[in-house]
């Protein structure tokens, strides 16, 4: 367990809203983000969100509380950035060996019935309140994720925080080293396209999401998956690895204990809307609840050894067993 005693730090809106005075500033982190829109800039395709991000390096000017803020989920930031940089090489890198047939025969042996995967059977049986509730899950899969983590920050819970946002960045990198060394068509290709060799002319498709659209009068997937470049990205499936962190890190969190029950909901919501709207497979889900089990079992890990370094009596080691001896 992470810590179970700390007290909630007070919260005086003074040192978020206004400007410190008294902070040093330093100009590497606003030139990064200058830098990393004049890059976006130079290579095309530059949009307002990868201004925005950029401009993210000015938080470190403004406060201590801004400071924090950009410090504690930098590795979320860097994440986004990864993603989109994929768009540059993402088909060179996946040419010739894209997996089409073998994980829809895997998957359909390990948990199909009746001769179809589970995304087929939903294809044929599916119900609006179903297609509502997935793609609301699939709206705000990462959202729940990231507003825990803020959660935390305002409470001042910054080691905690940093473990979930590196936790992010390493599942996610993890991610997406797979997409280019075994890219595999997700169950929307194959219902469209069938079998045969993977074409390279295919864009990113909300698949059965697009009933949630309908339903609503809206083009909110339509549009998010426009900006999308994994189309081959079906595992693993980070769609569910976000929900599950957020509820490993909720059983490590005494504050967090209201959250639990309602993040395991969540969590099963994912795992059921990524099958039911034709995103992943079963298969995909459970390499990306693998990878999430990984990193979070190495960040906590990793974090422990790093706080005995630091505080070697609090470990019980021979060492500090030795010096407190000597201390006597």
């Known amino acids: 367990m992470l810590a179970e005693t700390e007290a909630a730090p007070s919260f005086h809106i003074s040192e978020w809203l206004l400007p410190s005075r008294t902070m040093r500033r330093r100009a590497w982190p606003p030139l990064v983000g200058l830098g990393y829109i004049a890059a976006i800039w130079m290579l095309g395709g530059l949009r307002p969100d990868h201004v925005m991000?950029?401009?993210l390096g000015c938080l470190d000017l403004y406060n201590e509380k801004s400071r924090a803020l950009l410090r504690d989920f930098f590795p979320c930031i860097l994440t986004g950035v990864v993603y989109d940089s994929m768009r540059y090489f993402y088909w060179q890198g996946i040419a010739g060996?894209?997996?089409?047939?073998g994980p829809y025969n895997f998957d359909k042996a390990l948990f199909g019935f009746g001769g179809k995967t589970l995304n087929e059977q939903f294809a044929i049986h599916h119900w609006a309140w179903a297609d509502l509730a997935a793609g609301f899950g699939y709206l705000t899969f990462a959202a729940e994720f990231l507003l825990i983590a803020f959660f935390l920050f305002v409470?001042?819970?910054h080691e905690t925080v940093q473990q979930m946002a590196w936790c992010f960045f390493l599942v996610n990198l993890l991610g997406f080293i797979t997409y280019f060394v075994f890219p595999v068509a997700p169950p929307w290709y194959v219902a469209q396209y069938g079998l045969g060799p993977a074409r390279m002319d295919v864009?990113?498709?909300p698949g059965a999401a697009h009933r949630f659209d309908v339903l609503l009068g809206t083009h909110l997937f339509d549009q998010m998956y426009g900006r999308g470049v994994d189309v081959y990205g079906a595992y693993p499936s980070l769609h569910v690895a976000y929900p599950l962190m957020a509820v490993l890190f909720s059983f490590g969190e005494r504050s967090l204990r209201w959250f639990r029950a309602p993040a395991i909901a969540f969590l099963g919501l994912l795992a059921f809307a990524a099958?039911?709207?034709q995103h992943h497979y079963v298969t995909d889900e459970l390499l990306g609840w693998s990878f999430t089990l990984i990193v979070f079992f190495a960040i906590r890990q990793w974090s422990a050894s790093r706080a005995s370094a630091a505080?070697?009596?609090?470990?019980?080691?021979v060492e500090a067993s030795a010096s407190r001896s000597a201390a006597s």
Do not use: C
């Open 203 to 205: 864009h990113p498709d």
């Open 275 to 277: 099958v039911y709207l």
């Open 97 to 101: 060996h894209v997996h089409v047939e």
């Open 311 to 317: 505080q070697p009596g609090a470990s019980g080691s």
């Open 155 to 157: 409470r001042g819970r």
């Open 53 to 55: 991000i950029g401009l």
